[in-house]
């Protein structure tokens, strides 16, 4: 069961968008930013998202109308509507056509995280909050990483890969998949970045530890676990695109 990380920000408000993208990414989301309606049906037909936030008033397509097509469309992707509309009758015609929740403007981004992490439960398993591999806790709600009693710092991206390995722990996953849940649409598959970061999660979730948690399988990609699978670790490489 994958666990939902990108996300599509529809919002033509630079400002606005500059702001939620920021805190998203911060989250430890995966984020692409579109200002217009044939944009986001664009984007919408040719990546794969866990969630859409959509405003209402947009240039070329309001979100009316693209929350219209996509569910014409079979898109099932939850949709959390903004806008700046606050009558109930606004909240009706935003629903009606399709949209999971609404959130008029100005908002507190605390209650915009809380909604989002509604939407992505829904119609799913229920989740814990505390994903356990071995010895490894990882704490999805404070992103707090410890493993055998160790404090383990990561920034944001590293955060985000090791949850999406712990969500699916005993799993191969593969680098597409990673590319798809942790990266967003300016990843370049021609790159390491994948193995730069699997290496620095490897040291810091393997130092002073007997076993091993992350674990290659070439070719295909990688299996968070401790069932001692042996397999060639990627070498650790940096580059300037691992920053």
């Given at each position: 069961?994958?666990?939902?990380?990108?996300?599509?920000?529809?919002?033509?408000?630079?400002?606005?968008?500059?702001?939620?993208?920021?805190?998203?990414?911060?989250?430890?989301?995966?984020?692409?930013?579109?200002?217009?309606?044939?944009?986001?049906?664009?984007?919408?037909?040719?990546?794969?998202?866990?969630v859409i936030v959509l405003d209402v008033m947009?240039?070329?397509?309001?979100?009316?109308?693209?929350?219209?097509?996509?569910?014409?469309?079979?898109?099932?992707?939850?949709?959390?509507?903004?806008?700046?509309?606050?009558?109930?009758?606004?909240?009706?015609?935003?629903?009606?056509?399709?949209?999971?929740?609404?959130?008029?403007?100005?908002?507190?981004?605390?209650?915009?995280?809380?909604?989002?992490?509604?939407?992505?439960?829904?119609?799913?398993?229920?989740?814990?909050?505390?994903?356990?591999?071995?010895?490894?806790a990882v704490d999805t709600r404070a992103h707090?990483?410890?493993?055998?009693?160790r404090s383990v710092s990561l920034t944001a991206?590293?955060?985000?890969?090791?949850?999406?390995?712990?969500?699916?722990?005993?799993?191969?996953?593969?680098?597409?998949?990673?590319?798809?849940?942790?990266?967003?649409?300016?990843?370049?598959?021609?790159?390491?970045?994948?193995?730069?970061?699997?290496?620095?999660?490897?040291?810091?979730?393997?130092?002073?530890?007997?076993?091993?948690?992350?674990?290659?399988?070439?070719?295909?990609?990688?299996?968070?676990?401790?069932?001692?699978?042996?397999?060639?670790?990627?070498?650790?490489?940096?580059?300037?695109?691992?920053?």
């Amino acid at each position: 069961m994958f666990w939902p990380m990108r996300v599509l920000l529809v919002e033509d408000d630079a400002r606005v968008a500059r702001f939620v993208a920021r805190g998203l990414r911060e989250q430890s989301y995966a984020v692409d930013v579109v200002e217009d309606g044939e944009a986001a049906l664009y984007q919408a037909s040719v990546a794969t998202y866990d969630v859409i936030v959509l405003d209402v008033m947009l240039p070329k397509r309001d979100g009316l109308a693209v929350c219209r097509e996509l569910r014409a469309s079979g898109d099932a992707t939850p949709v959390l509507m903004l806008t700046a509309r606050d009558t109930v009758e606004d909240r009706i015609t935003g629903l009606d056509t399709g949209a999971d929740d609404y959130l008029t403007k100005p908002f507190a981004f605390g209650e915009l995280l809380a909604r989002l992490r509604a939407l992505l439960r829904r119609g799913a398993d229920v989740r814990p909050e505390v994903i356990g591999v071995a010895d490894l806790a990882v704490d999805t709600r404070a992103h707090r990483v410890v493993r055998g009693g160790r404090s383990v710092s990561l920034t944001a991206k590293e955060y985000a890969l090791l949850e999406y390995l712990a969500r699916n722990a005993g799993r191969v996953v593969t680098r597409h998949e990673i590319a798809e849940h942790v990266w967003d649409e300016t990843y370049d598959p021609f790159t390491n970045l994948i193995e730069v970061y699997i290496g620095r999660l490897r040291r810091k979730l393997d130092g002073g530890a007997s076993t091993p948690l992350i674990h290659t399988r070439r070719g295909t990609g990688y299996v968070l676990g401790d069932d001692g699978i042996s397999v060639a670790d990627d070498a650790d490489v940096e580059s300037e695109h691992g920053n």
